[in-house]
């Protein structure tokens, strides 16, 4: 289906943020302060979602899940900020990394191209120009989808990919020149690493995800074809967003 066809879409900038920090009152104040940065915004699509944490177990268990990661691991026994960065990145994490110098300037150590830094106490103002800079860097970060299993890391253009299904709490990925890539982790975390550029995936149902410039046609009852023949359903949401997207049934 021809992609003019498609309707605008308005681009929004919701954000998932993650706060890692072992100092109690500087992780619940950022918490506060990011709660007010997001209050301000005009749009409800600009909201910022907050997910804070006092070590970083539970949250190296879904790293693909933020848009950006606010990190400051220096008082307590365990992964300090440089070691929780490598294994997010390790994990699949691709968003930008903010690291709070309190007691260690993190500054002096070897950080990653996408990492920014902010000083505590934290300034109103710095906050706002530090989450700007991270929406330009997500903005402009290479319009491709990391693929993971046990074995490989797989890059892959995000145009390539026809759909995507899950199968026993992992997700099996078909790209165009014939590849099913494993991809460790669930349906939604696929989704919510394609980011909000990407209206045309939609969920088919709710095991698989399409692309729908990648549909060659819509038969009744509900079943979209896609362009390397396979078959999908489409449950009754699906259908209409297929429709809207393409403006044709």
């Given at each position: 289906?021809k992609?003019?066809?498609?309707?605008?879409?308005?681009?929004v900038?919701?954000?998932?943020?993650?706060?890692?920090?072992d100092?109690?009152a500087?992780?619940?104040?950022?918490e506060?302060?990011?709660?007010?940065?997001?209050?301000?915004?005009?749009d409800?699509?600009?909201?910022y979602?907050?997910d804070?944490?006092?070590?970083?177990t539970?949250?190296?268990s879904?790293?693909?899940a933020?848009?950006?990661?606010f990190i400051?691991?220096?008082?307590?026994?365990?992964?300090?900020?440089?070691?929780i960065v490598?294994a997010?990145?390790?994990?699949g994490a691709t968003?930008?990394?903010?690291?709070?110098?309190?007691d260690?300037?993190y500054?002096k150590?070897?950080?990653?191209?996408?990492?920014l830094?902010l000083?505590k106490?934290?300034?109103?103002?710095?906050?706002r120009e530090v989450?700007e800079?991270a929406?330009?860097?997500?903005?402009a970060?290479?319009d491709t989808i990391e693929?993971r299993?046990l074995m490989?890391?797989v890059?892959?253009?995000?145009?390539?990919?026809?759909?995507?299904?899950e199968?026993?709490a992992?997700?099996?990925?078909?790209?165009e020149?014939?590849?099913?890539?494993?991809?460790?982790?669930?349906?939604?975390l696929?989704?919510?690493?394609?980011?909000?550029?990407?209206?045309?995936f939609?969920?088919?149902?709710?095991?698989?995800?399409?692309n729908?410039?990648?549909i060659?046609?819509?038969t009744r009852?509900?079943?979209?074809?896609?362009?390397n023949?396979?078959r999908?359903?489409?449950?009754?949401?699906?259908?209409?967003?297929?429709?809207?997207?393409t403006r044709?049934?």
């Open positions: 289906m992609q003019g066809n498609r309707p605008a879409v308005s681009k900038f919701s954000m998932h943020i993650a706060v890692c920090d100092n109690f500087d992780r619940h104040q950022m506060r302060l990011l709660g007010r940065e997001s209050d301000k915004e005009d409800s699509s600009s909201m979602f907050v804070s944490y006092g070590n970083p539970v949250m190296l879904h790293p693909k933020y848009d950006l990661f400051d691991m220096c008082r307590s026994e365990g992964m300090d900020s440089l070691a490598k997010l990145i390790e994990k968003a930008p990394f903010v690291l709070c110098c309190s260690v300037d500054r150590q070897d950080f990653p191209e996408n990492t830094f000083d106490p934290i300034k109103v103002n710095e906050l989450i800079q929406k330009k860097i997500k903005e970060a290479p693929l299993d490989e890391t890059y892959a253009k995000v145009t390539d990919v026809i759909y995507a299904r199968k026993d992992d997700t099996y990925v078909c790209l020149d014939g590849r099913i890539l494993k991809s460790i982790g669930q349906l939604w696929f989704r919510r690493s394609l980011g909000d550029k990407h209206p045309e939609i969920y088919a149902n709710n095991h698989t995800i399409i729908c410039n990648c060659k046609t819509v009852p509900g079943i979209a074809v896609m362009t023949g396979k999908v359903i489409l449950n009754h949401a699906a259908k209409g967003q297929v429709k809207q997207y044709k049934g």
